[in-house]
């Protein structure tokens, strides 16, 4: 009996102007599930899979400003810096052309004329991020040229042809 008379006290402390004590106990475990509810329904939805690849790849001028703009995938960014860690040189980028492709999983590779390595990006919030810089010749790469070949990206260099991933060259150094 008495076990009944304190879920009639619990229940009835539900009531906005009578709070008994264990009413306080059951507004906690109401907000504690409203708020796991809340969490619960803002699962992250995923589309799976997803194909980011570009076919070919852009070959794209620098601008005067060290800025390049890829209208077919609406495209730009800076690229003062990128050839400030190839030449360490700010102003190396004039009258450069710069070869530009994305892979499946949505890495971007740069690389130019003359630069010694490939440079992998990845997007984060209206900027490039430098993922890995994959080392290629000391010499420096003469005539670049990006192909899709999934799951890898096909740098040609003269007759040369080396496959990349987000992690360096397939087969070879990473």
């Not at 790849?57 to 400003?65: G, I, K, Q, T, Y």
């Not at 971007?108 to 004329?113: F, H, L, R, V």
């Not at 490939?118 to 005539?143: C, M, P, Q, T, W």
Request: glycine share 8%; with cysteine.
């Amino acid at each position: 009996m008495r076990l009944q008379g304190r879920f009639k006290n619990i229940f009835l402390s539900l009531t906005p102007k009578i709070f008994f004590y264990g009413g306080r106990v059951m507004l906690k475990i109401i907000v504690l599930l409203i708020l796991l509810s809340t969490l619960g329904a803002c699962s992250m939805l995923t589309l799976h899979p997803a194909n980011f690849a570009w076919p070919i790849e852009s070959v794209l001028p620098v601008s005067d400003e060290g800025m390049v703009m890829e209208d077919r995938y609406s495209i730009e960014f800076n690229t003062v810096g990128l050839f400030f860690e190839e030449f360490q040189d700010s102003l190396a980028y004039n009258g450069s052309i710069i070869r530009m492709i994305r892979d499946n999983s949505g890495y971007y590779y740069i690389t130019a004329s003359k630069f010694k390595n490939v440079y992998v990006f990845r997007a984060e919030e209206g900027a490039f991020v430098l993922h890995n810089k994959v080392f290629i010749s000391d010499l420096g790469i003469e005539d670049p040229a990006f192909n899709q070949r999934a799951p890898y990206i096909e740098l040609i260099d003269g007759g040369k042809k080396i496959n990349l991933t987000n992690v360096g060259i397939e087969g070879g150094n990473k």
